[in-house]
């Protein structure tokens, strides 16, 4: 006495032979659509996080070129004539001369 398949058996046997003979086509294209899908998927997600890298690249060079200004007009002011000779006169006890005391070297 032999056993027969379920209905389910039987129909899951016949659609595993009909992919094999008649559906191999189909069958591989599936396959390569889905494999098509998922590099969709990790190309967008891999470009995501290029550009948010690229975002906070442009912040962080927008807080450099600031710090940059500021560090450019530091030096200036601390450059400055006027506060040179202040420091001069404080720091140095350095005096103008007038004109009594200037000798012109020839």
Known sequence: M???PTPAESLI??????LATVGRVPLILMVLV???ALGV???THQSRQL???QE???IERDDL???WRNQLLEENSLAEHSRIETQAEKALEMKRP???NEVVVQ
């Open 65 to 67: 070129d600031i710090e």
């Open 56 to 58: 906070h690249l442009l």
């Open 41 to 43: 998927v990790y190309i």
């Open 2 to 4: 032999s056993i027969q």
């Open 98 to 100: 007038n004109a009594n």
């Open 51 to 53: 550009v948010a890298q």
């Open 34 to 36: 889905l494999i098509s």
């Open 13 to 18: 046997r016949q659609i595993g032979r009909d």
